[in-house]
């Protein structure tokens, strides 16, 4: 019986002697991943912020974002590096899925975490993909994105399907300002290398970051919930279109500008994340 479970007993110390071999390399992804993410939501808040006081600018998207940096002096380079940080990110988020290093447990709570961290991860991929597209000067694809949610709001399992989405991101929307309210974000960080100012403009970094995110993320919900009761995906808005939505409201000018500061508190949130937070990818 010994001499049968040896051979299981030596492949299990060769995949943990490839994990911690590996753990290196996940965590630098996962922190350059941060900070590209920190450089997306910065740059919504920029343009966005330009656009609220009427010097250009405009409500941006991530990939809005994205293609913006593009078009600034040496962006094919930037968007590289991005690209690359983005998909760092990506991997981490999967990582944190699969693997649970940060303990969220398989009850149902902790399963519904670790699905959404997948979903991030996903999600963070395709932002990559976006950036590499535009290194190679891909065509925009909006156009078959469009035909594509037509086809989906065909009623009424499209309809019923569309309330089911707009709900999730309404009910994501409430978590994260929930989180923000709570501080939950504390909780990964290694607090005891910050000083005391340090900490407490984390906290506040993430709690008006995490909040603006919020608001606008149960926005764009909204809208998709919209579109699926008039059965017109036109009617759908993603990021952008919840920030000038924002903007068309009465005093939407000053509102627009407190959501531009947030987001870009949020991307230099991102930035303390990628310095403090605990990282272990098994």
């Known amino acids: 019986m010994a001499l049968r479970d040896a051979p299981i007993e030596e492949v ?35 343009l966005a ?56 447990g398989s009850d149902t709570g902790g399963i519904v975490r670790r699905v959404a961290y997948v979903g991030s991860g996903l999600i963070h991929g395709a932002l990559a993909y976006t950036a590499a597209q535009s290194v190679f000067g891909a065509e925009d694809s909006s156009e078959d994105a469009m035909t594509a949610s037509a086809m989906a709001y065909q009623p009424p399992v499209g309809q019923i399907l569309a309330a089911l989405v707009g709900l999730v991101v309404i009910g994501v929307g409430l978590y994260q300002l929930h989180a923000a309210y709570k501080s939950k974000f504390l909780g990964d960080l290694k607090l005891a ?31 998709v919930l919209f ?27 000053y509102m627009l500008a407190a959501v531009a500061a947030g987001f870009f508190i949020y991307g230099a949130f991102m930035f303390a994340i990628a310095r403090y937070r605990r990282i272990e990818a098994t």
């Not at 922190?31 to 993410?37: D, I, M, N, P, T």
């Not at 993430?206 to 919020?214: D, K, P």
């Not at 059965?231 to 903007?247: C, F, H, I, M, Y």
């Open 49 to 104: 912020m330009m656009e609220a006081v009427g010097v250009g600018g405009k409500t941006a998207s991530p990939d809005g974002a994205i293609k913006s940096i593009g078009e600034q002096p040496l962006g094919q380079f930037l968007l590289v590096v991005l690209a690359a940080g983005l998909f760092g990110y990506a991997l981490w988020k999967v990582v944190q899925g699969v693997m649970d290093p940060d303990n969220k």
């Open 12 to 46: 299990k110390n060769q995949a943990d002697d490839a994990a911690r071999q590996a753990r290196p390399w996940i965590a630098g992804l996962a922190r350059a991943g941060y900070v590209a993410k920190g450089v997306v939501y910065a740059t919504i808040g920029v």
């Open 227 to 253: 579109a699926a009761y008039h059965s017109d995906p036109k009617k759908t808005r993603g990021l952008g279109g919840a920030l000038e939505a924002v903007q068309q409201q009465t005093l939407g000018s």
């Open 193 to 223: 290398e910050m000083s005391e100012n340090e900490e407490r403009w984390v906290k506040f970094a993430g709690q008006a970051g995490t909040a603006a995110r919020a608001l606008a993320i149960g926005i764009a919900g909204a809208f």
